[in-house]
């Protein structure tokens, strides 16, 4: 695609629900990235995909957090049994090569997550 | 540990203005890229500018401008007379050599009056 592209833009759900984040990178970029970002803060890193696998799963704040990428494309967020605290924006980037070199990202518009 | 600061929260000028974002970082790499990125009203990051730790040399794009000093640690952008479209979050961030994790400041809104 074009850009990189997040769905669904907007997800309300109650608390103790499970909700699934879809991000679409730009066809070719092997690295993704997912951030979190809280309201009025910065961005806070989350897990990164080299390919299909995440090196590093470490920024995830609980067990309660998992994403998967398959066939070097798509990537899910899933939040189970969400709280109140994980209402963000969560922001997906991409990048065309292995991050080492530090290459710039581009960024989705992001999923706006409310959790009642 | 790393960390990018951007103590300005909020920054309000009127157009035309000159306007200096401050960015102040941590890193105990000898190498690293420094990056600033906007994020306008629509929500989607855009990147402005990547500079190597090596390289101190100040740059100018249009009326964008970068003040990298790493005595201090500091990686300054300036916007010259600036416009109503300039209104956004700009955010800095730090990314060390051959890593992945590039780390984000909190950010400063930027409001540009008419």
């Known amino acids: 695609g074009a850009g990189v592209s997040q769905s669904p833009s907007n997800k309300v759900t109650e608390k103790g629900k499970d909700v699934e984040l879809r991000c679409d990178p730009i066809?070719?970029?092997?690295?993704l990235y997912w951030y979190r970002q809280r309201l009025g803060q910065g961005l806070e890193f989350l897990i990164y995909?080299?390919?299909?696998?995440?090196?590093?799963k470490s920024g995830l704040p609980s067990d309660r957090f998992s994403a998967e990428r398959t066939g070097e494309s798509v990537s899910t967020l899933t939040i189970q049994r969400t709280q109140q605290e994980d209402s963000a924006v969560y922001l997906c980037?991409?990048?065309?090569?292995?991050?080492?070199?530090?290459?710039?990202?581009?960024f989705g518009s992001g999923t706006q997550l409310s959790v009642l | 540990a790393q960390k990018v600061t951007q103590a300005q929260t909020e920054i309000s000028v009127v157009e035309k203005e000159d306007v200096t974002l401050d960015c102040v970082y941590e890193?105990?790499?000898?190498?690293?890229?420094l990056f600033w990125y906007k994020q306008p009203p629509s929500g989607e990051l855009v990147f402005l500018i990547r500079?190597?730790?090596?390289?101190?040399q100040n740059e100018i794009s249009g009326r964008y401008s970068w003040n990298f000093q790493k005595s201090t640690s500091s990686f300054n952008f300036t916007i010259t007379a600036s416009q109503v479209v300039d209104s956004a979050v700009y955010f800095c961030?730090?990314?060390?050599?051959?890593?992945?994790?590039?780390?984000f400041g909190a950010g400063t809104r930027l409001f540009v009056k008419a």
């Open positions: 980037a991409s990048s065309l090569v292995p991050a080492a070199t530090n290459e710039k990202l581009f």
């Open positions: 066809s070719g970029h092997t690295a």
């Open positions: 995909f080299q390919g299909n696998s995440a090196p590093d």
């Open positions: 890193t105990r790499d000898t190498t690293y890229y």
């Open positions: 500079r190597n730790s090596f390289d101190e």
């Open positions: 961030a730090l990314s060390p050599t051959g890593g992945f994790k590039t780390i």
